[in-house]
């Protein structure tokens, strides 16, 4: 079972997607802020990272580079969640040390994709 750790501050937005994705056989754990986020990269050792860019305590750009730069969890892949969807918002979450991008409102399909291409496993149906 691929093992997701959803880092979002919003209730409403983490108690849709976590329902959903864990109808489709994810285990899913969750973190409120980006701290708590970079603790639970090292504690729990998640197979993918949701995380939300625009956090409380510590953003998410911020709490993916601490992902990124430690060796411990600088292997879990990262897929950027956020309602910035300007030009250049892309490249900064890459620049930040994210896999990958998602806007929001997430549309799921295009989710589990990601999820599959990072993860090399297969949600269920």
């Not at 079972?1 to 329902?19: A, F, G, Q, T, Y």
């Not at 639970?40 to 953003?59: C, F, G, Q, R, T």
Request: glycine fraction near 6%.
């Amino acid at each position: 079972m691929v093992k997701i750790l959803l880092v979002e501050d919003n209730e409403m937005n983490r108690d849709m997607l976590s329902r959903r994705l864990m109808r489709r056989g994810f285990e899913v754990i969750i973190a409120v802020d980006g701290i708590q986020g970079v603790e639970m990269s090292k504690s729990k050792s998640p197979d993918l990272i949701l995380m939300d860019m625009s956090l409380p305590v510590l953003d998410g750009w911020q709490a993916a580079k601490k992902i990124k730069d430690n060796s411990e969890t600088s292997h879990i892949p990262i897929i950027a969640m956020t309602a910035h969807a300007m030009a250049g918002d892309r490249e900064k979450c890459i620049a930040a040390g994210c896999n990958d991008y998602d806007t929001k409102p997430v549309e799921l399909p295009r989710l589990l994709d990601k999820i599959k291409h990072l993860t090399g496993k297969e949600p269920r149906k």
